[in-house]
């Protein structure tokens, strides 16, 4: 586990030092199912950064918001995505112990953005016309 560690201390200076909120390991060439994300407090990026191993979303509420999103795969472009408001994530954290979160707002949206990374969709892949 000493190399998974190491992996992902790096992948959190990568996204603080980038200003990012979210980081999933494919993109630093890490081929692990795992992502980070900045945890929040009353709506601010305050909170700790949470690693989450094997993530899956196990539940996701039907009411759906649109929100521009960025992306350090593809800085200084933002796109309005539609996603569920709400979702219920399964997770392990370096011990092996599995998690249930429940997470709304943006968190909840990282989350999806980030498991998206480790299935190979980027954000562009979400909009019927990256131009437009
Ligand atoms: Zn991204």
Sequence with gaps: MQGLMAKLRDMKE?????????LAAPQVGVNLRVIVIQLMCAGKL???????INPVITKTST???????G???????YYR???PSKIDVKFQTLRGRYKRWHLKG???RVVQHELDHLNG????DLI???AG
């Design 106 to 108: 943006l968190e909840a």
């Design 46 to 52: 305050v909170g700790p950064v949470q690693e989450m």
């Design 63 to 69: 009411d759906i918001i649109g929100y521009e999103e």
């Design 128 to 130: 019927e016309n990256p």
């Design 121 to 124: 969709v980027l954000m562009v």
């Design 81 to 83: 995505i539609d996603r």
């Design 71 to 77: 992306c350090l795969s593809i800085p200084g472009e």
């Design 14 to 22: 990568t996204m603080l030092s980038l200003n990012g909120i979210g």
